[in-house]
């Protein structure tokens, strides 16, 4: 095992990209990712553990919290946790310093990629995806070396209670978003789409691709699709598509990234 662990979700590459950030900056790192179950929950022998993950509707995405449950880390690691957002950090590092209680954290805010509830460039600072992400870059440095540190964070979590309803109902508002997921004409057969699912909510068949129930809004589908050819409904037709540049379909669907 590596003397540095990196748990991370990312759904359009944004959390992704940090973890390697920080992970070059620090060495010796392996980046589990927990778009699916982890390939590795005991780390007991790692001497820090981190925890990287975006904001969705307040809280965790996906399945995330019950991963973390199952996450073994030893009592004397350094643990670290950072939350990617668009404007606010929402409960996410509240809960999972809950499980495994978190020496150091830090919120992000990055380009928002549920664009079938707001635009990619509303972020706070408001600010262009070019230099949102030199911005996330130098912050990425920062935290490198505050982890290298061991610095602990001064400032109490605090438990996010105002986004504990939000994220309660997100779920259902995230299913009922998916279900006017749609393809359109432009469409040409790759299967990008059901490959970059975490939620197996896209079925590829060769001749259609078959949206399922299961949605959890992260919005890979309609973000890296080559041909702009999914929406929602039609609330996202003339949204601008973002994603990481630095992150592809075939990064995120990688079990563990080391360094």
């Known amino acids: 095992m590596k003397e540095n662990v ?133 912050l990425a440095d920062r935290i490198a070396e505050d982890v290298r540190n061991n610095v602990v964070s001064r400032k109490k979590l605090s438990k996010a209670l105002l986004n504990r309803a939000e994220h309660a109902a997100w779920p259902q508002i995230a299913r009922k978003q998916g279900l006017t997921l749609k393809a359109n004409d432009n469409c040409i057969m790759c299967g990008t789409c059901a490959k970059v699912c975490p939620a197996d909510n896209i079925k590829y068949t060769g001749r259609a691709v078959v949206f399922g129930d299961k949605c959890i809004s992260c919005c890979a589908c309609v973000q890296y699709c080559p041909q702009e050819a999914i929406n929602f409904g039609k609330i996202t037709e003339k949204r601008e598509r973002y994603h990481n540049a630095n992150v592809t379909v075939d990064d995120l669907n990688q079990e563990i990234i080391s360094f």
């Not at 392996?30 to 790692?46: E, L």
């Not at 606010?88 to 380009?111: C, D, M, R, T």
């Open 6 to 138: 990196i748990f991370c979700y990312s759904g359009t590459g944004n959390c992704l990209d940090m973890a390697r950030n920080i992970a070059k900056k620090l060495g010796d790192t392996d980046i589990v990712m927990m778009r699916k179950y982890p390939a590795v929950t005991d780390v007991r022998g790692a001497k820090r553990v981190g925890f990287i993950f975006p904001c969705y509707g307040g809280g965790l995405p996906g399945h995330v919290e019950r991963y973390i449950r199952d996450i073994k880390v030893s009592p004397d690691a350094y643990t670290f946790g950072i939350a990617q957002c668009a404007a606010y950090k929402g409960e996410g590092l509240s809960k999972i310093n809950a499980v495994i209680p978190l020496k150091y954290w830090a919120a992000v805010s990055h380009q928002c990629t549920c664009i079938w509830l707001f635009p990619h460039d509303l972020m706070m600072p408001k600010m262009g995806a070019v230099e949102a992400q030199a911005r996330s870059e130098y």
